[in-house]
């Protein structure tokens, strides 16, 4: 999202050695600053059509390659410079805060889902089914327990020492694992509550046409009118199934941190000594561990 | 648990209509009341040593089939008696405490197979191997997505009118729906994680025969000593392998409500006039729902 | 796909009772036939770079709305007319033989997804990855699965009394169910291995400029040079998280008949008799069946 | 089970290097030879009553800790000696048959907890429930599913040089993950089916009161009478919610081969050469692969 910005802040992402001391370095600069490139990805909105792309042709996402070709940086603008040490400590502290950034601003998505999947199950007149109903309850889960575990995790959360608040690392992280890797089915569930139409649908150029539109709206109506249930339909394809849905389903694999650096972060800001503790005087043996 | 207590409170369990009329009462009796009598069921902790059974030869779960046969109730200690209107209500009720109940008192057990399953690894010298972390990572993602849940339906309860409090029911539900579907896949996850040990491990009479015990130090130590591994392996066993576990397994899927209730009820108590009104807004729609 | 077509072949869907006669009938007709519309769906390939879209800017598929206006169809192009009774079976047979076909021609596309993970994974530099090894395992499983199961359906097939062979229809139904209700944690396990450049990735025109390239070229290849990395990343874009991808994602939950019509037709085509005695004598009870 | 056996035979479990030597042994010898001594563990069926254990009141299982202590083994019952690079393939030949062996016995089992589940969904009168029936579905896949892919592992397999028959290894191992990785869900359809009553049931000595019998066959039955109901209840509870239930639950996990050697085994037989030369051609790169 550089590109919409006017400053750019580069910070270390992981934790570095010795060898990796030149490329330890924090520093901000203004975008406009001699020598800097961004080079937009492709992932764009286009001349979309408001009908077949009711979020997408509104919304634009940009990705950036950012190249640095001989840049200035003034000193006063530098944070840290060739301290690997520091590496580690801030790429963590970004984290921390970004990826609870994260799980809140996805709380709009999920919610979205369990939506869609109401309302067009109730155009499509299906809503009493059994298994719809079994679908609905698990996509309500799936927001809700994400919802929750944010708010554990700000409510959670501690004052450092110097008075900033951060949010409680382990509860954040399981709210992303859990937002991450439950996504994928979530769509699945989604689209088994739509039905093929999502795909199959007319698209807004028919629509448009005075001449066909009349034919869709006589044969695409269920319970609800053709006009809200196609819409329906085109809301949940930009959701799930057209570019802008494959970029929000990546994004909740990798963005923030994969899967598997969530997992990371869990098991090592877990206390593992209640739970060793307990389970020590269950078995019968001293709480205080040692091996022999 | 009628068994262990003085007084029996007898309530309807569901929604009645005119024809359950008979059955829709509620009220006190003490247990020595004659025509009352209790058949308590077969699981029980026997004369089990404790080597093998840590904790199920401590503690003895009972439960009961409890029979009316013409017994007397005095007025005073009847509470509702033939109002089928009233059955609903009171089922409700009760179950919305005894389900937040049912949540805070597996939090022990789940630190349980966090615990067992972290400590058998180190135990077996597996701790370190990259599936056995993602195998664990898992685990505490289960045991404290219940318990932020369950800390998150209490923090949202809310004051009845009479001032009682009572927890929120929505998030009560997806907690217990949590703790119930993934329990044996925590189950599995431990096992394998402590390896056939678990299972194919010496007994407590070879254990205590001074001529066996030497044998077994020798083979079955590991990364630890053949005295806490094995311990610990009998105290998985007993959560995870024995009538013990299977006692809790079913449990976890139909105790204080089943799966399929918690379902019915994540679905009623949730508010789906936000994601409601949101999609139909993203869709281009009136938010005030209409069909046609 | 009846738009590439040059006859219309017109089959009941569903089982059919006597208010529904009108709507019992099976006949064939030239596309060309006067009163016969098309309406072709949105999905289209467009004028799509190949760098970019590599499947999608070759081919093409089409969803149609086929209406019938007042058309004439000669008494010899009619195979069945107002007779319901026979629209069950004649759907049955159309499903059986889809369903098969359906597992059959998915099957490169489970082979791509197997594919495309283990050469990004390659391309990235992490094939050697605990985790890596894991999600690729867990892809063949899925690949291997459906195509073990459907060359079962064909292996245990039937000849009809008229010497027409037909799939077995439980094991095709079962095929199906795999096949379709993990595709979309095939989709996330590919995406977990390609990493978030799936979709921030350079377009196709920025690869075409001969000034960008370079740059593109210099900062974008890994363990693999940028061209094949970048090439394959857009592959697995195609395949995963764009509309191509959204439609085969669609189709994998609905297409051929749904999730809910394959459970419906596995518990129809299984024969409980086996299990049945085999548990009733393991009880101790009557192996035939008798409830009281 | 070599307490049950005449002839003990020895092999290296794992490939082996140069320190291992001493190890790399493989011969036979009578369990009779002195030195040699079985420490069988503690699993045992004990004074049963068929009522509540009808399968584990008839089966012992029995394990062995094995302890050599000076034995002597005749030169022509050694196979192998000091050989590592023996090792490796001698423990690989053994795992393909035996895996195979695995999922071949275990077809029984996953039959019995489809026909379980299916009695008693009947007896107590929730057959034709939607959850139930879908809770059904997916146990008759994965039964079947094993079952199917049993067989093509079977029917794809190979001569070796000798003549020799042997199971396709890739099928084999997919096979014992999918009954490995899906025994513990299907243990939880079965008790969610079944109801809690399964470990809440009466035992055996009260059924064969006289004076409780009467009792607990009025207020036990359901759709069908207390004597079968119960005696279901009893298997379901000895298949999946005691001793000998979590022994196979453990076996499932762990038994021929844990999960993640299986997953091994997995990708080392796969074949990725037509995916990956497939992957290749789809992306527009050189089938023949060259990272740079």
Redesign the interface.
């Known amino acids: 999202v550089s590109a919409n910005a006017n400053e750019l802040i580069v910070l270390p992402t992981r934790a570095m050695g010795p060898d990796d001391a030149d490329y330890a370095v924090a520093f901000a600069v203004p975008i406009a600053t001699p020598g800097l490139?961004l080079?937009v990805?492709?992932?764009a909105a286009g001349d979309r059509n408001?009908f077949?792309f009711?979020?997408s042709s509104r919304h634009k996402m940009l990705?950036t390659?950012t190249?640095f070709d001989d840049v200035f940086v003034p000193i006063d603008r530098v944070f840290c410079c060739r301290r690997p040490e520091l590496a580690g400590p801030l790429a963590l502290t970004f984290v921390e805060y970004h990826r609870f950034t994260a799980v809140s601003y996805k709380l709009?998505l999920v919610?979205?889902l369990?939506?869609?999947a109401?309302?067009i199950a109730?155009?499509n007149g299906v809503a009493r089914a059994?298994?719809i109903?079994?679908k609905?309850?698990?996509l309500?889960?799936y927001?809700?327990?994400v919802r929750?575990?944010t708010?554990?995790a700000a409510?959670r959360g501690h004052l450092s020492d110097r008075g900033i608040a951060f949010p409680d690392p382990?509860?954040t992280n399981?709210a992303k694992?859990?937002f991450a890797?439950q996504?994928?089915?979530a769509?699945?569930l989604v689209?088994?509550c739509a039905?093929?139409l999502?795909?199959?649908?007319?698209?807004?150029?028919?629509w448009a046409n005075p001449e066909?539109r009349p034919?869709?709206e006589k044969?695409?109506g269920a319970?609800?009118?053709a006009e809200?249930r196609l819409?329906?339909m085109?809301?949940i394809?930009d959701l799930?199934?057209?570019?802008f849905?494959?970029?929000q389903?990546?994004?909740a694999?990798?963005?923030e941190g994969?899967?598997?650096a969530e997992?990371?972060q869990?098991?090592r800001s877990?206390d593992?000594s209640?739970?060793?503790a307990?389970?020590?005087d269950?078995?019968?043996?001293d709480p205080r561990?040692e091996?022999?």
Chains 1, 2, 3, 4 share one sequence.
Not at 198 to 206: A, F, I, K, L, S
């Open positions: 490139s080079y990805s492709s992932y408001e077949e009711p979020i990705e390659l190249v709009p919610d979205a369990v939506g869609v109401s309302e109730e155009m059994g298994h109903r079994d609905l309850a698990r309500i889960t927001a809700e327990s929750a575990l708010e554990a409510l382990m509860t399981i694992y859990l890797t996504y994928h089915e769509v699945e689209q088994d039905g093929g999502v795909v199959t649908g007319p698209g807004g150029e028919d066909i034919v869709l044969y695409f319970r609800a009118a809200p819409k329906m085109h809301l394809a799930t199934a057209r570019d849905a494959g970029y389903a990546v994004l694999v990798h963005a994969s899967v598997e997992k990371l869990i098991i877990y593992l209640r739970a060793s307990y389970v020590r269950l078995a019968g043996l561990k091996m022999r």
